[in-house]
């Protein structure tokens, strides 16, 4: 009997730069906070690599739940190559091993700045948003403690008012990004600062979304199949961005939501946000054959 | 002879609130001892006593902001049941939100001040379930019109309005759901002498109008006696007498209440 067949060989068992107990905490928060849809879990968020306010929160989620076969995606208001965007996906893959991919389809964790991608997602993929104010009531309820005793009751009054309020002062419900919605029935939540454009995919979704704050410390999720209702009176409907009409000036792509690109003579021209729909759209015009999935617009319409 | 047109109302029904030996200390401070008292539907109750007899802290008992040391207190309501101080901090708010109004002294207690008065009141419809933006500007105009507040300052923030309009819009919000049973702290106080008269006339009309059951404190005599049907004294914390309006400034009895009446006349 030698030291070599009692021990095994050396093999890699931790990924994911954070420690085992970090990922383990990290991991029973997102469980409770997908057993509470909407429900904001307290976590001790650790420091990364990163500044906070940069997207530690949703980095944190994302290298609990990455394993070395896990295929990422990562985004920063749509697009896959913005400075942000590329620094985590690379740091993300060299921590764990992990292949990287710009394509919704093949994508298995997406990690995302203020935007959801137009491609429907599967309930074999998980959806991270980072989030820089996890709670909706903070604009009315400057104290987190009473806050906390408020969605325990409920009691969200003061949300409608402000709505109420917007409507009254301006015609119209003025809140565009981070629109709070009711999770299940049950908790309101800010879907972090996605435009109202993406916050009907979020309703009856197939795949996960966790959402998560690292400043704040905040964990919450919206599990596949859960309702999520923008708060709205019932005679004043809920209106997304009126991008329906636009067409992007770089791929042709009409339908989705875009960036605004003022020009010199005060005009504007519009570019997709979501930048690698807007690749696949040129490339597939090219005459390269290109897959695209369901998207959940189409021409302009929810579907 | 008035004693006597009254009765019969007054003794008809059971009594919609009824608070039976209520106490709260503040550490050493007996603010309220050992008080009872019953308002009969539509009735109206009127609490006088000087400056820190704790006529507040007993109003705000009655409007579950405040748990006592001791007491019962029940409301005549197919809704709730039993003690009401025993109830939880959801079904307080739910009971409250949706069948008791208050007007505080202070209209900074009872109103957001850089909100639209509409949205004030419009927030008590919002906490009951109220989600159509329409029905609640409708209601919430009704309202204020009710409190003879001028309607084209309908979304002005209580900030920008005087005293009197503050109170007035407190009012709205209090009565905006119909509420069983309307609290009223002091609502005249600190106001002008004429704008005083003008709000006790609005809440006389509305008493007329709806039958409100009220419970209304005040240290001004006057006031109390506009409005009340029914009398209590309080004195350090406890009831030094009770009766019916007519028979208290007619024929007090406690020498406590003799004084506040001939200091008035
Ligand atoms: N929140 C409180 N904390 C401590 N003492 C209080 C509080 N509220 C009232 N008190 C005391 O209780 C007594 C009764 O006060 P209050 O009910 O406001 O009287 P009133 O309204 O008749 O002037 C006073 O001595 C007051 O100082
Ligand atoms: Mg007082």
């Given at each position: 009997?030698s ?7 050396w093999?890699p ?6 420690d085992?107990?970090a990922?383990r ?5 997102m469980?409770?906070?997908?057993a509470?849809?909407g429900c904001?879990m ?13 997207g530690?929160?949703?980095?944190q989620?994302s290298?609990?739940l990455?394993?070395p076969?896990?295929t990422v995606?990562v ?5 896959d190559?913005?400075v942000?965007a590329a620094?985590i996906?690379?740091?993300?893959s ?7 991919t710009l ?6 964790l997406?990690?995302s700045?203020?935007?959801i991608?137009e ?6 993929q998980?959806?991270v948003?980072q989030?820089?104010n996890?709670e909706?009531?903070?604009?009315v309820?400057?104290?987190m403690s ?7 009751d409920?009691d969200?009054?003061r949300?409608?008012?402000?709505l ?6 301006s015609?119209r419900v003025?809140?565009?990004?981070s629109?709070?919605?009711m999770?299940?029935g049950?908790h309101?939540?800010?879907p ?5 454009w993406?916050v009907?995919?979020l ?12 400043r ?5 999720a919206?599990p596949p199949y ?7 009176f019932?005679d004043?409907?809920?209106?997304v961005e009126?991008h329906?009409?636009l067409?992007c000036?770089?791929s ?6 875009m960036?605004?690109?003022?020009q ?6 519009y570019e ?6 807007g690749?696949k759209?040129i490339k597939?015009?090219?005459g390269?054959e ?6 959940w ?5 929810m579907s | 002879?008035?004693?006597a047109i009254?009765?019969p ?5 059971a009594?919609?609130?009824?608070a039976?030996n209520?106490?709260k200390?503040?550490g ?7 008080v009872?008292?019953?308002?009969f539907?539509?009735e109206?109750?009127g ?9 507040s ?11 006592p ?11 709730v ?6 109830l939880d901090r ?13 007007v505080?002294q202070n209209?900074?207690?009872g109103?957001l001040m ?12 919002l906490?009951?379930g109220e989600r159509?933006f ?7 105009q ?5 409190s003879?507040?001028p ?9 920008e309005?005087?005293?009197?309009m503050q109170?007035r819009?407190q009012l709205a919000k209090a ?7 309307l609290?009223?702290?002091e609502?005249?106080?600190g ?16 008493q007329?109008?709806r039958?409100?059951?009220m419970?209304i404190?005040s ?8 409005l009340?049907?029914r009398?209590m004294?309080m004195?350090?914390?406890?009831v030094v ?12 009895q406690?020498a406590?209440?003799q004084?506040l009446?001939h200091?008035k006349?």
């Open positions: 009997m030291l070599s067949t009692l021990t095994k060989d093999e068992m931790s990924y994911g730069f954070l085992a107990s990922k905490e990290i991991r029973r928060k469980l409770k906070a997908v509470v849809p904001q307290p976590y001790a968020s650790r420091e990364v690599p990163m500044a906070r306010g940069w530690t929160g949703g980095l989620v290298l609990t990455i394993n076969k896990t995606k985004i920063d208001q749509g697009a190559d913005s942000n620094s996906r690379r740091f993300l060299r921590v764990s091993g992990a292949p990287t394509d919704t389809l093949d994508a298995d997406i990690q700045r203020h935007r991608p491609e429907k997602l599967r309930e074999d998980v959806l948003l989030v820089p996890p909706p009531l903070r604009p309820q400057p104290n009473i806050a906390r005793q408020m969605h325990a409920a969200y009054g949300m409608w008012l402000q109420y309020e917007q409507i009254v002062r015609g003025m809140q565009g990004a629109y709070p919605s999770v299940n049950r309101v939540m800010t972090s600062p996605i435009p109202r993406d009907p995919k309703h009856m979704a197939k795949h996960l979304t966790i959402l998560s704050a690292g704040e410390k905040r964990i919450h919206v859960t309702r999520v209702e923008p708060l709205v019932d004043v409907p809920y209106k009126e329906g009409d067409t000036f770089r042709g792509a009409k339908g989705f939501f960036n605004e690109i003022p010199d003579d005060g005009s504007s021209t997709i946000s979501d930048s690698e729909y690749v759209t597939q015009a090219e390269t290109t897959a695209f999935g369901e998207s617009y189409q021409d302009g319409e | 002879m008035t004693i009254e009765a109302r007054l003794v008809k029904a009594p919609l609130l009824t039976q209520v106490s200390n503040y050493d401070v007996q603010a309220v001892r050992n009872s008292a019953e308002v539907p539509g109206v109750l609490i006088v006593g000087e400056s820190g007899s704790g006529k802290t007993f109003l705000r008992m009655l409007n579950l902001e405040e748990t040391d001791a007491g019962t207190y029940t409301l005549d309501l197919p809704e049941d039993g003690n009401l101080f025993e959801f079904a307080r708010r739910m009971l409250c939100a949706k069948r008791i109004g208050i505080y209209p900074h207690l109103l850089k909100h639209s008065s509409s949205g004030n009141v419009a927030e008590r419809l906490v009951a159509r329409s029905v609640l500007r409708e209601k919430a009704e309202a204020l019109e009710a003879e507040f309607i084209e300052r309908l979304d002005a923030p209580p900030i309005l005087s005293g009197g109170q819009v009565i905006a759901l119909e509420p069983a049973l609290l009223l702290d609502p005249t106080t106001l002008d002498v004429s704008v005083q008269a003008l709000v006790l006339d609005t809440l006389k009309r509305l007329q109008e039958k409100i059951t419970v404190v240290h001004d005599l006057g006031v109390i006696r506009t009340a049907d009398v004294v004195r350090r914390g406890e007498e009770a009766g019916l309006a007519d028979q208290i400034f007619q024929d007090p406690h406590y209440t004084q009446v200091a006349l």
